[in-house]
């Protein structure tokens, strides 16, 4: 069965600190991975696309990571601020069915001062 | 750019009440989809569009309808509203459903049935 799962469900941390978020997936075949970024009350806004051929990418403090062989991935978050706090998800891209999307659940990160 | 848009932000509906919820984009994309959050799971689709005309099932279709008479609206119907259709929706675009083309998903639409 496709399916993305991603740990921690949720996380704290203070701000100024690192934290790093994970996604394993059992999706075949495996066209790309994505990750989102949520704010509560708003719609999912993409931060990294990565092919299989990729497997570091960076927007920002965000960088992605993805091994393509254990079907993993990483979200790591570089010096975290207080507008970090959102909901992360992990969607992988079938290789065929249309390119059709598997969400993952979703790390909800919480950044204090 | 408005990008995606949905109205209404809110909705409560009572069992049985029929409603239209609204979907456009302004950046002349292919592909419309339209998905629904629940409380501890992933996004799930319900139907999707590859262009003006063309629309198909996703995985979580029924109670559902739409239609694609433009490019820039794809508007989801619900028929006959259960309790079981509460949720938040959201609409999304892309140049293509195929490769690593980008979606965009609008503000979401929260809906309450009673």
């Known amino acids: 069965k496709n399916q993305v799962e991603q740990s921690p469900q949720s996380l704290i941390i203070l701000e100024g600190k690192n934290c790093t978020l994970q996604?394993?997936?059992?999706?075949?075949?495996?066209?790309?991975l994505r990750w989102y970024k949520q704010d509560t009350g708003r719609g999912p806004v993409s931060l990294t696309i990565?092919?299989?051929?990729?497997n570091t990418k960076s927007n920002g403090r965000y960088t992605a990571t993805l091994d393509a062989d254990t079907k993993q991935s990483s979200l790591h978050i570089t010096a975290s601020q207080l507008s970090d706090s959102a909901s992360y998800i992990c969607?992988?891209?079938?290789?065929?069915?249309?390119?059709?999307?598997?969400f993952g659940q979703g790390t909800e990160l919480s950044v204090k001062p | 750019n408005a990008g995606v848009t949905q109205t209404p932000k809110f909705q409560v509906l009572k069992t049985g009440q029929s409603m239209t919820l609204q979907c456009a984009q302004d950046?002349?994309?292919?592909?419309m989809s339209w998905y629904r959050q629940d409380p501890g799971m992933g996004l799930r689709l319900i139907h999707y569009?590859?262009?003006?005309?063309?629309?198909d099932q996703g995985e979580v279709p029924n109670g559902y309808n739409v239609s694609r008479s433009t490019t820039e609206d794809f508007p989801l119907r619900l028929l006959s509203a259960a309790p079981s259709q509460t949720s938040v929706y959201f609409c999304?675009?892309?140049?293509?459903?195929?490769?690593?083309?980008?979606?965009?998903f609008g503000p979401g639409t929260r809906l309450t049935v009673t």
């Open positions: 999304a675009s892309s140049y293509s459903n195929l490769g690593s083309y980008e979606q965009y």
């Open positions: 996604c394993n997936y059992t999706v075949s075949p495996f066209s790309n």
């Open positions: 990565m092919t299989f051929s990729e």
């Open positions: 969607v992988v891209s079938l290789g065929n069915q249309g390119g059709k999307l598997i």
């Open positions: 950046m002349n994309h292919e592909y």
């Open positions: 569009s590859v262009g003006a005309g063309i629309t």
